[in-house]
């Protein structure tokens, strides 16, 4: 193995094993024993078979081009790897003097890079630009180059309202200059070394750093009265994705794929539905990325990775005389019989791009390019690529092309695209913002699962912010799940009790028959766990995870830990003689079982640990089947339930709006229609256990109880209305004089907000929104004037009555 190889093994075996750790501690089900290293043997071997197969193919090829290149790196990198960040800088204006005119004739090139202009081939301006016209096939003087002479020529794509209309061409250094050079048959002139500074061309500046020499260069064109101007102008700026450094384009000697014919087959699979990418807006970007491609340079001048499988021969010309094979000794036997047996054959020292073998993945990690192993035969292709939007040309895009190209499959059915995690604030995590994130760390605060539930909820392909906050509320819904468990446990009978687990087994909930036989609380919750399985069941299969997480949530806690649970302590502790207790035990366990199950992708391990705790379970949940789909579901008795629910909200905001004590049951009459009443009444033990009321005084009627006049009248819903005895809840006299404290308070706070807005001093002083911030004060403190005031009037009218 090269030592580049050794080195990179031994810096992939450190952070993958970070890297996998921090999988293994989220909770990823992966066979660990299959785990893959980019540089395994058999991986390698793959790289190698695929480039000798795309080489066969004239599908690679070598060739000195315009490729971006990495000056600290010492490197060329993908346009992928180059990322643009606008940036402030200047234009700076020169004088180009026409050779054989007058001192007045003289072309002003407008420049972000004047540093360039030792490789200037050629000064270019509009055909129909009048100001330049008279030069037309004329010389310009390059500056500060002894009076080297370059063509004036005309080009329709030069912009006449940039800068001053003038282009000068430099296409050892620009990438539209060099197309530009080889449509025209310019040369190209490279003025600078692969450590950024500048060569021999640009004569007394050899050797300057290319920044130094802007600086310099720019210093000199105004002390010879070349430099017209220099104005702030705003860059658009090509840094290193991997470095962070200013990437020079740079003519470079260099192995690249042709993308074209590969890419044309990538994009049919998209367009004959043989592959998806979600979310949809992605296949937009995606085609118009495949539709415009180049051709991918692939070699890189870095200490590690794969080395191209390219031998030379000693004396012979690079280009010309090279060897292609799997192995060395493969190589030096082709040697032989082509160039004699003395012939010295020595390695390309490039190395491929990562993203090459990345590419192959697929079906490298299974055995690739042997077609007839059992891994590639029973995995090959796979069901969904789950990965981040960003590397969606880096790797997916690529990988479906070496995939149809090697396999003649695509490689995988679905794409699903995530966001990337970023701080609270929005902004990528890095290094130098200190804003880096360990999963493990967070685990250590949270918990796994609440870290889990909090990227799942994020909307595919949008990045997600992880705040604090979010984190806190989501380890809360794990507190609550296992509080819940807890209470399920504790209500369940105990495993010695045959009988009891007999009678409540014996409940079934699949046939609607069976459902409509349940009392109102469990046929309704029954029935929203129903609906729940076959919404969230449609939503995973439509990879909608962030609603999925979202309706898991909303029915545990809004439904069955906020109501049902609280309902069925109506069976479990208060009915007479327990009778109803099994069906209650039934439901609950039934329920809470079911969302375990649902839950379990988003949450595994606070879900597995409370499967197990159940009694009488047979397996792990991990490997329980999944909720059966298109259970009974009745909606009449949703809708009762709603007004049930309707109804003991309304007296529940009724106690708080009173300060009735907590603990102090009241008295109510419930009126209603007949058949509002029938079923409301029949639970009138879980209606006094949720609305706190005493059992023994609450009353069903169809009219208005006698003492109505002295009563708090609540409408629930329509046709469905209660009212509350006052005296029952308030010591009325206290009350009274409670309030009229409170409101005379209120009005004097009143007062003064009002006298500061009508202060014109204040008005036209203090901020805006200091003013807008007091007005809101003040509308609020006149709302809750007049409810006192209302609140005051009722219970004065309430004595009168009652005296």
Request: glycine share 6%.
């Amino acid at each position: 193995m090269p030592f580049g190889n050794q080195a990179a093994l031994r810096h992939g075996n450190r952070y993958g094993g970070t890297i996998t750790n921090q999988i293994k501690r989220l909770g990823a089900s992966c066979d660990w024993t299959r785990e893959r290293f980019t540089l395994d043997e058999q991986l390698s071997r793959a790289v190698i078979e695929a480039f000798i197969r795309l080489h066969e193919k004239g599908l690679i090829y070598q060739g000195s081009y315009l490729v971006n290149w990495s000056p600290n790196l010492q490197t060329a990198v993908s346009d992928l790897e180059v990322e643009y960040s606008e940036e402030p800088g200047f234009l700076y204006h020169i004088k180009y003097r026409v050779a054989g005119g007058s001192r007045n004739d003289f072309l002003t090139v407008a420049t972000t890079r004047p540093e360039t202009l030792f490789g200037d081939v050629a000064i270019a301006v509009h055909p129909k630009d009048e100001r330049y016209s008279m030069y037309i096939g004329r010389m310009a003087i390059v500056p500060m180059t002894y009076g080297r002479h370059v063509p004036i020529i005309s080009d329709r794509h030069v912009d006449k309202d940039f800068g001053t209309g003038v282009l000068k061409i430099s296409p050892g250094h620009d990438h539209n200059d060099y197309f530009l050079a080889r449509k025209l048959g310019l040369p190209i002139l490279n003025v600078m070394n692969k450590d950024g500074t500048l060569n021999e061309v640009a004569g007394l500046y050899c050797g300057m750093d290319r920044f130094e020499a802007r600086k310099q260069l720019w210093s000199e064109l105004e002390e010879t009265g070349l430099a017209v101007k220099k104005e702030p102008h705003t860059l658009r700026v090509p840094r290193s994705q991997r470095g962070g450094e200013v990437i020079e384009p740079l003519v470079s000697k260099q192995w690249f794929v042709t993308m074209e014919p590969l890419a044309e087959k990538a994009l049919h699979a998209v367009e004959k539905g043989e592959l998806t990418i979600l979310p949809e807006r992605f296949e937009k970007i995606y085609n118009h990325w495949l539709s415009n491609i180049k051709d991918w340079c692939i070699s890189r001048q870095l200490w590690w990775g794969h080395r191209i499988p390219v031998w030379y021969i000693e004396g012979k010309k690079c280009e010309e005389d090279y060897i292609v094979a799997r192995n060395a000794d493969e190589a030096l036997e082709k040697a032989h019989k082509k160039y004699g047996k003395d012939v010295i054959i020595y390695q390309d020292p490039d190395v491929l791009d990562t993203w090459f073998s990345s590419a192959l993945w697929p079906f490298s990690t299974l055995g690739w390019p042997d077609v007839s192993s059992e891994d590639f035969k029973k995995f090959y292709p796979a069901t969904v690529l789950e990965t981040g939007h960003d590397i969606l040309f880096f790797w997916v895009a690529r990988m479906v092309m070496m995939g149809i190209e090697f396999t003649g499959t695509v490689p995988f059915s679905y794409v699903y695209l995530h966001g990337l995690i970023r701080d609270s604030q929005g902004r990528k995590m890095s290094k130098t913002l200190g804003n880096v994130v360990d999963p493990l760390d967070t685990i250590k605060d949270y918990g796994t699962d609440a870290l889990r539930f909090t990227l799942a909820l994020g909307t595919a392909g949008q990045d997600l912010n992880l705040s604090t906050e979010r984190l806190t509320a989501n380890k809360a819904f794990t507190n609550k799940l296992w509080n819940a468990g807890k209470f399920v446990l504790q209500n369940l009978p105990s495993q010695a009790d045959t009988y009891a687990w007999e009678t409540m087994l014996a409940c079934k909930f699949d046939r609607e028959e069976a459902l409509l036989k349940l009392p109102l609380p469990e046929c309704w919750v029954v029935s929203k766990l129903h609906i729940l399985i076959d919404t969230v069941t449609a939503s995973y299969d439509k990879f909608f995870f962030g609603d999925v997480g979202r309706e898991i949530y909303d029915f545990f806690w809004s439904d069955f830990a906020d109501w049902y649970i609280e309902a069925s302590k109506a069976r479990l502790y208060h009915s007479g003689g327990n009778s109803a207790a099994p069906l209650a035990q039934a439901v609950l366990l039934y329920v809470f079982e079911n969302v375990l199950k649902l839950l379990h992708p988003f949450m595994p391990f606070v879900t597995e640990e409370l499967w197990q705790a159940l009694p009488k379970r047979k397996g792990a949940l991990i490997v329980s089947p999944w909720p059966q789909i298109s259970l009974p579901q009745n909606a009449n008795s949703i809708k009762k339930f709603e007004n049930f629910q309707a109804l003991t909200r309304a007296i529940r905001n009724a106690r708080a709006e009173y300060s009735v004590e907590p603990a102090k049951r009241i008295s109510a009459s419930i009126v209603a229609s007949e058949d509002v009443i029938q079923y409301i009444s029949k639970e009138k033990e879980v209606l006094a256990l949720l609305s706190r009321l005493d059992l023994e005084n609450v009353h069903f009627t169809d009219s208005p109880p006698g003492d109505a006049n002295q009563s708090v009248h609540l409408v629930a819903s329509e046709g469905l209305e209660a009212y509350l005895p006052l005296a029952d809840m308030v010591d009325i006299s206290a009350e009274l004089d409670r309030l009229s404290k409170r409101l005379s308070k209120m009005q004097t706070e009143y007062e003064g907000l009002v006298d500061r807005l009508n202060s014109p001093k204040f008005i036209e002083k203090a901020p805006e929104d200091v003013v807008c911030g007091v007005r809101e004060k003040a509308a609020e403190a006149e709302e809750k004037i007049n409810l006192t005031k209302n609140r005051l009037s009722f219970l004065r009218s309430s004595v009168s009555a009652s005296q």
